[in-house]
């Protein structure tokens, strides 16, 4: 499985870099050398399958119904990503080896490195386009924990921040034009939809998908108006700046306009769309680049600026003009890569990124500062050196472009002038670093040359620079043709590579660049120098930072004055807008669609069956009533009206449903005994006038709501029920449940082997949330005024539940409640072991499961915590919640996986037959380990929470005590102090 090797190997690494001590950097940069070195050699060695315009597939079924399945794809134009990101990936590694600090916590950051190498390896080989959708959003997160690496500084957080929600907003909307490209092709195959070209330009959702696509790919790519976060990110060490930024993450943008180019392109709004805002970017980029003072700041509105070129190229509607978009993807790659490295050991021998205080270094540093004035040659479009060449195809599309007369003549300004602003800027990054007077005290390090393995990977990135723009044909001709073919839809237009073209309009737009780009930095250097350049001329009221953050500003008041409006603090007025809401939107339904009842006959009335519902009735209405008085009735009562609905499961031969119901009720009684102290304490206060005169006002309101609702629910059961099913699926389960599940409860069959796939999403929502609640309680302190009043006190409030309020006396309080000695509790604790691990077994042919079993085995140890404390138990059975979590999920998703392992689709089950000497035959459904899962992460979440309140009142008991202490040490010293001045006055 080669390529899915490519994607998961990478983060199989990340797993294990972040399990390596702190002190083992070379261990770490080592792993993950040899990963991205090893990844990129298998990928090279793909290329003569692809040379001649062949695809290598691979497909891993994952779910087949849905049709969504693991699809791996490689053509050259992937190929050539992969190399980009894999090769100077690994030359990064050895960069970052000998950049980053022993003080920084290394294992991270290479964990972080290799994940998002994975996650960009997913993005370009995936033949799937929801596949490509869910890496992509990867890349964003993974890239967010990068730039915020040193998160201990502020701006690293801001941009980190500005990153995530900018790319991320542009997936959730990329997600939704793939949505629609799929609806209009039929498929989300990447081949199916390559072919579909002509189909998805001639429908009407065309333009829609489009604009979503677009949004995207130009907030990945940091285009006009999205380009504002890309100079943010700078605050990221230099490595992942330089990997960022070259070849990875801010290229995706452009990887996915090159890659739907066949389907998208070729109509009036891509052309305005793309070849707009590239042109913008272009010049924006490249005119703000000029007046940086930041090294880092320079190259990144640079890299916009090189976005801007490359996407207007993709914009041009030509094939020659994406042809020259690939190339100047290779070069740009190759320079920017090396410019960062250079900028980062300018940084890292010197203390110090900012042009106003460096100078003179080519005498201290001359080999990197040869390295330096190359790679940035390159970026200016110098001859004999890469980026020349793409700079020339560039020039050449723009002069014999054939559109509007207009848009003839102001491109090749446009790219004239750009190019103008490259020279600039990069005359700039040479001329005011490496040459000039020495630098002076301000420079924190005395300059010299790095360690020479720090410098190598400059020094191969520039040597491909000269190569390639002296012998382009050569060098790079056979790899350019290989990853442009895909892109041009498989037939390449006539195009040349070699240095010389003779004298024409595209080598004179060069000249002109040149020329006018040494003026131009003359004259903005005399400028600086008499102090008249500030900050960025006529564009410096346009910050997209200071943009950005006022609009999200702005929708963060939006959210308070609609949380104000709309919200409030008491839970019950939440509960009854959410009951009003879902009434009022059923009852709009009804009246727009109105249903009647069906012609189904009714069984036959039950009065044993009406007189159970009416105790259950009876028991909702005084819990209810009970609540005002006596909050430990209420909790009984509501019980009542559980059980009263685990014996309907059973009148309806639903055993599972009301075993599960049982044993969830038993949970969430004593969890909310556990919660019950945390509720305001009941004082005894008059009534007000309002309440005296109304006093069914809120209750009155509350009974007619819930009346209405579940008068709404009864008819609703009701008219489904009373409807004949024709096409029921319960024949199919009843069916295939024993054969195809290999178990006859068909309930058990159906949660863990046909509908495992949305019991395991469940599973790990579960444990996310009881890990929500676990942090939350953690940092969740008691108001001291509830918990420090006296018990006599509370007893004279008038509440009879007040020792509930009282975490001195929960553990008492519950064990005087429960009326069970703590000796019978403990030895009932391997009888419920027995039972739950009885319910386990026979879950797959009777009523039970791993979801009983495990809360079973969570009433156990509750149980245990009640009349033993937390302590006893937390000494005597050693239980690590968050452990079992964890298991539970790993020992899941291995099984599914597993079935992927073995040629079938994720979670397939299947059944084995084992001859044991003295238990027979038995047949083991490896459904069973996936049960298992549920009953390992049922189990951890219940326990989770249920500790995580115990040992909150373990907290505040000893608040309590600390606090009646000093009240009683003050008590006494006033004693003290008025018993000597009563000895005194009798003195």
Known sequence: MPLVFLVALPFAASVLAALLPSNARNRESTLAGVVALGCAIQAAW??????????????????????LDLSFRMDGFAWLFCMLVLGIGTLVVLYARYYMSASDPVPRFFSFFLAFMGAMMGVVLSGNLIQMVMFWELTSLFSFLLIGYWHHRRDARRGASMALTVTAAGGLCLLAGVLLLGRIVGSYDLDVVLASGDEIRAHALYPVALVLVLLGAFTKSAQFPFHFWLPRAMAAPTPVSAYLHSATMVKLGVFLMARLWPVLSGT?????????????TLLLGGYIAMFQRDLKALLAYSTISHLGLTTLLLGLNSPLAAVAAVFHIMNHATFKASLFMAAGIIDHETGTRDISKLSGLYRLMPITGTLAIIASASMAGVPLLNGFLSKEMFFAETVFIQSKPWVDFSLPIIATLAGIFSVAYSARFVFDVFFGPPCGPDVPKTPHEPPHWMRVPVELLVLICLVVGIAPAWSVGAFLATAATPVVGGELPEYSLAVWHGFNLPLLMSFIALAGGAVLYLLERAARRRGAL????????????????????????IGRRSRRL?????????????????????????????????????????????????????????????????????????????????????????????????????????????GLRWLPMRTAKPEP???????????????????????????????????????????????????????????NVMLVDFRAFDTFGEITVLGVVALTVYALLRRFRPAPESMALPIQQQLQSGDESSDLLNPRRAKDTAVGYLMVPAVLVRLLLPLSVLVSVYFFMRGHNQPGGGFVAGLVMSVALVL????????????????????????????????????????????TTHTAHLHLPILGELHVPSALFFDMGVFAMVLGATMLILTALAHQSIRSHRWVEEQEEKEAARLAAEAEAGTASTAGGAA
């Open 46 to 67: 793909f290329f003569p399958s692809l040379a001649d315009g062949n695809v290598i597939r691979q497909q891993v079924e994952w779910l087949p119904a849905l049709g």
């Open 268 to 280: 009036e709004a891509w052309f305005w769309l793309v070849g707009g805002a590239g042109a913008i």
């Open 566 to 674: 709309l919200g409030t603090r008491r839970l019950q007025m939440q509960l009854l807008l959410l009951v009003l809401v879902a009434v009022a939107g059923a009852a709009a339904s009804l009246w727009f669609t109105p249903s009647q009842r069906g012609t189904r006959e009714l069984l036959p009335f039950s009065p044993m069956f009406a007189m159970t519902w009416l105790i259950g009735t009876t028991c909702a209405v005084c819990a209810a009533w009970q609540a005002k008085f006596h909050r430990l009735a209420s909790l009984m009562l509501a019980s009542g009206a559980g059980l009263v609905c685990c014996i309907t499961y059973i009148w309806f031969s639903a055993p599972d449903l009301a075993l599960t119901q049982l044993v969830v009720e038993a949970v969430t009684t004593v969890l909310i005994l556990l």
């Open 864 to 907: 245990q915590f009640l009349v033993s404390g937390t302590e006893w138990v937390e000494e005597h059975l050693r239980i690590y919640p968050r452990r079992w979590i964890a298991a539970g999920l790993l020992l899941a998703l291995a099984t599914g996986a597993g079935s992927i392992g073995v040629g079938y689709p994720f979670m």
């Open 689 to 747: 006038i309002r309440a005296r005169l109304l006093p069914w006002g809120r209750r009155g309101r509350d009974l007619i709501v819930a009346i209405a609702t579940g008068a709404g629910m009864a008819a609703l059961a009701w008219t489904v029920m009373t409807r004949p099913f024709p096409q029921s699926i319960s024949p199919f389960f009843l069916e295939h449940a024993l054969p195809e599940g290999g178990g006859t409860n068909v309930v």
């Open 534 to 557: 500030q900050r960025t001329p006529i564009l410096h009221n346009l910050d997209g930072q200071r943009i950005f953050e006022n609009f999200m500003a702005r929708l963060s008041e």
